[in-house]
Structures are given as structure tokens and as C-alpha cells.
């Protein structure tokens, strides 16, 4: 269906947290030479060695598609130089504190994280910049050169009668949903536990008490609690619109009072400004419905799921009125849309539907509703009650055209996207000095990017190289 052609950025960050430390004054060999760009065993010997880290297997072939990504990354950033694309301090500080949050939930924790590093998170942060800022304008790169590739219908219809028919994919049962959400609404009174936490673990940090540690002990962010709290550089569209109002209110250092989002309660210390981002770092205290809360929301859903059984109202106009799933569903009639691939559908296999929700429609008729079931939000976690609306139902087939074209146009931009991303590197390779060295020899997915066999004729070159290292 798709060329195997491993330089889409999905594939330059499919190891992005193996980022390895850029290695300075050693004595190295140099594996590979892309214009006057060289690449050293170590840097592929880390990244195998990050590789094996997170669990994998021992697979020494690994090393090649290692080495094939400096490769790609050094193509393109080269190219990026000439084009004069770059990344800046703050794309490259916001990427890093990505990676680190998510290395440091993976390690348990920033102390274990540094303990496995052998070195400081700052440490860390400063020997990750060159290759970090590397990869950001590689993927820039990419994303020009394939800024006008598109697909037209005409275009989507060639790819699909390319596919021999015994090769067309089958697609499993996929329905089309809607949903209308109510969560429990806390008095100030059920409330006001939750505050008083919050306000205590404020107050104790005011008397002294370390942040970080505090909100690594107490906070129930689980993206930052790791973090010592911290949220990296944020723009205002990053936060919700409370967060915002009180973190651009705040000098650097100052700790703010504690405040409500639909999150919970939270307070924040502004770390740093720079233009119109600022890093921070908070905890937040969850507000946990009791059951009181949760009975007065099942029978307020179970009103309004009467009334569109009753047919008094239809069930779009329910969920634009009552549901309280606000980002998502609610200004679109109730209607859930399926977000895999770039092209947004609202037909969603079944396969991916939680348990819960296809024990719901399951037996139910094409424009049957559910009855009201408790459940959680696997983003927030917010406990609360839903009803289920089934619009279509299609059973599993072969790809077709008419019931399958934003599937088989995403299929075939991806195809477009891989040839228009082949012939630009099969056209740079052919333009660029490029030398690998005869240890790698035997990396089939390396055989496009020079003639190995050359690279011993070099090796006084390479030997000259290895020494100014």
C-alpha cells in the first residue's frame, strides 16, 4: 500500500527520547560523511545503547536505521542551512522539556531519571541542544519540502484502482457516534476540602517548604508532578483561560494565590518571561465528586435522556444544550470524530471503542440511544455520566471507494507525500559527497546512500578525520 521509505518524520522522531549527548574532544571513529558533516560511532553506539534502555531487544541491525536518521537529519539540515531555515532557542528549550517530562514519568521520577543519566536534568538538557535543534530543522525542512503536496480527488481515484484487488485492505465494523456527557457539580461546601488542601501545601511552601518536592509528593498532575511541578515555556492559547489569566499576571519568583479551572484547584510560580511565553511550574489538587454530587448527575442525565427518548427533543439539540463535554462533542451536535490519520473522519472502528462504550451499542439499532452509564475520561480522568447515540453502523468489508474515500485519500497522500520526500533525497544524494563506512556494509536500507564499497579507498581520509577529532 505504502513504499517502505523510512525518512518521513514519523520515522526521524520514532526514537526521539534516544536523543544522545553530543560527544566533544574524544578520539573517534567517523562512520559516515555527508558533505562536510561527519557522524561518529559513538553517537550511533548511544543511541543503541538508549535503545536497549527502554527495554528492547538486543537487534544490532538497529544500529542501521540509527545511522540512516543522522544520515536523513544531516541531508536535510544542510539543505535547511542553504534555505536559511532554522529553529529557534525557544522551539528547542519547549522540545526538550517535552522529552524530559515524558523521560522523567517513564524513570519514576526526576532523581531516578538523573541516577540512570549519571548527570543532572540541566546537564542533561545543555548536551541535548545540538542534536534536539538538529532534528527541529530537519523536520522543518521536510514539512517545505511537502508544503504544497496534496492529493486531488482525481488523483485519490488513480491510487485506489492501482491497488490490485486481492491486496484492497479490510476494514472491520465501524459506526458512526454520538455522545452526551454530564459531570457531577461539587457545592462550595463539598468543594471547600480540596481548596483547604491546596492552600496548605501553598502556605507550607511560603514558610519554606520546596516546591519541586512538593509537587512531586502531592500534586495530581501526573504530566508534571515528575518534574518538580514544571510546565516548561507556554504560550497563553497552551493553558486553559484561568491559567493564563493568573500566569502572565506574575513576576518571576511570585507564587500565585490558589485558583479554579475545570481541572481542580491549582497554584503556580512564574520561573522565568521571555516575550509572550512564560515557564512555570504548579500543583493541582483534583476535586473528587462524592456521591451526592454523582447522584444529583445521574439524575440529571437520566431527565434529559427521557426527554430525547420521549422524543421532545432530538438528540444534536440535547448535546448542544446539555452536554458538558465542551471541547470536544458538544458544538457538534453530540457527534464524535474519529482523530487517526490526517484526515478527520466520523466513522470509528469498533475496535477502538473502550469496553464500556461498545458494550452500550452493541446491541443497539442504526439511531438507538444508550442507556445513561457511569464513566471516566481517560484524559482528565473525570468521573460523570453518558448516553451513547448510534447514527450508522457499517459492517466489515473490503475497501471501497464510495463508503471509504477519506481512509483511501489519506492513503494516498501518505503515498504521495513518501514519493515527493524520495526523489528530493534521491536527487540530494546524487548531488552530495557521501561516504559510510565498510563496517556498515551489510545495512540493506543504506545501499541508496552511497557506494559502500568505495568508502575503503577513504580511509586515509577517514583516518585524518579521526584524528582532528
Not at 132 to 140: F, G, P, T, W, Y
Request: charged share 30%; proline share 4%.
Amino acid at each position: 500500500m505504502k513504499k517502505q521509505f523510512g525518512l518521513t518524520i514519523s520515522f526521524i522522531f520514532l526514537c526521539a527520547f534516544m536523543a544522545s549527548a553530543q560527544q566533544t574532544q574524544v578520539v573517534d571513529k567517523v562512520i559516515a560523511q555527508v558533505g562536510s558533516s561527519i557522524i561518529l560511532k559513538s553517537e550511533v553506539d548511544m543511541q543503541y545503547a538508549q535503545y536497549l534502555s527502554e527495554g528492547n531487544p538486543a537487534e544490532p541491525n538497529v544500529k542501521c536505521f540509527i545511522l540512516e536518521r543522522l544520515l536523513t537529519n544531516k541531508l536535510l539540515s544542510q539543505q535547511a542551512a542553504i534555505d536559511s531555515i532554522s529553529a529557534t532557542d525557544d522551539e528547542v528549550d519547549d522540545n526538550i522539556n517535552n522529552r524530559l517530562r515524558y523521560m522523567t514519568q517513564r524513570a519514576g521520577g526526576q532523581e531516578r531519571l538523573e541516577q540512570f543519566l549519571n548527570r543532572s536534568l540541566l546537564q542533561y538538557k545543555e548536551e541535548m541542544r545540538s542534536d534536539v535543534k538538529e532534528q527541529l530543522i530537519a523536520q522543518k525542512m521536510q514539512q517545505k519540502i511537502t508544503e504544497k503536496t496534496d492529493v486531488t480527488p482525481a488523483e485519490v481515484k488513480r491510487f485506489f484502482e492501482s491497488i490490485p484487488k486481492d491486496s484492497l485492505p479490510n476494514y472491520n465494523t465501524e459506526v458512526e457516534l454520538g455522545e452526551l456527557v454530564v459531570y457531577p457539580t461539587l457545592t462550595k461546601e463539598e468543594k471547600q476540602p480540596f481548596y483547604d488542601r491546596a492552600e496548605s501545601i501553598r502556605l507550607g511552601i511560603k514558610a519554606g517548604d520546596d516546591f519541586g518536592t512538593m509537587a512531586r509528593l502531592y500534586s495530581q498532575d501526573r504530566g508534571s508532578a515528575p518534574s518538580g511541578g514544571e510546565l516548561g515555556f507556554m504560550s497563553r492559547g497552551d493553558f486553559v483561560k484561568e491559567f493564563s489569566a493568573v500566569a502572565f499576571k506574575l513576576k518571576p519568583g511570585e507564587i500565585s494565590q490558589v485558583f479554579e479551572t475545570q481541572f481542580g484547584y491549582h497554584f503556580l510560580q512564574v520561573l522565568e518571561r521571555r516575550g509572550e511565553q512564560v515557564r512555570a511550574r504548579h500543583i493541582l489538587i483534583s476535586i473528587k465528586p462524592n456521591q451526592a454530587s454523582m447522584d444529583r448527575a445521574k439524575a440529571h442525565i437520566d431527565s434529559i435522556y427521557q426527554k430525547v427518548i420521549d422524543k421532545q427533543v432530538p438528540f444534536s439539540t440535547a448535546a448542544s444544550l446539555y452536554s458538558d463535554e465542551d471541547q470536544q462533542t458538544k458544538f457538534n451536535g453530540g457527534m464524535m470524530i474519529n482523530m487517526e490519520g490526517m484526515t478527520r473522519s466520523s466513522f470509528i472502528p469498533v475496535d477502538r471503542l473502550d469496553a464500556a462504550d461498545f458494550a452500550a451499542i452493541d446491541t443497539l439499532k442504526e439511531g438507538g440511544i444508550s442507556k445513561p452509564f457511569e464513566f471516566r475520561d481517560p484524559q482528565t480522568e473525570k468521573a460523570g455520566y453518558r448516553f451513547l447515540y448510534l447514527k450508522s453502523r457499517i459492517p466489515p468489508h473490503k475497501a471501497s471507494l464510495e463508503q471509504d474515500y477519506p481512509k483511501i485519500q489519506t492513503l494516498a497522500k501518505e503515498d504521495k507525500l513518501d514519493r515527493t520526500v524520495s526523489n528530493w533525497f534521491e536527487r540530494r544524494r546524487k548531488s552530495t559527497f557521501i561516504r559510510i563506512d565498510q563496517e556498515y556494509a551489510s545495512c540493506n536500507e543504506l545501499k541508496e546512500w552511497s557506494n559502500i564499497s568505495s568508502a575503503k579507498h577513504a580511509e586515509g581520509d577517514d583516518n585524518k578525520l579521526n584524528a582532528s577529532n
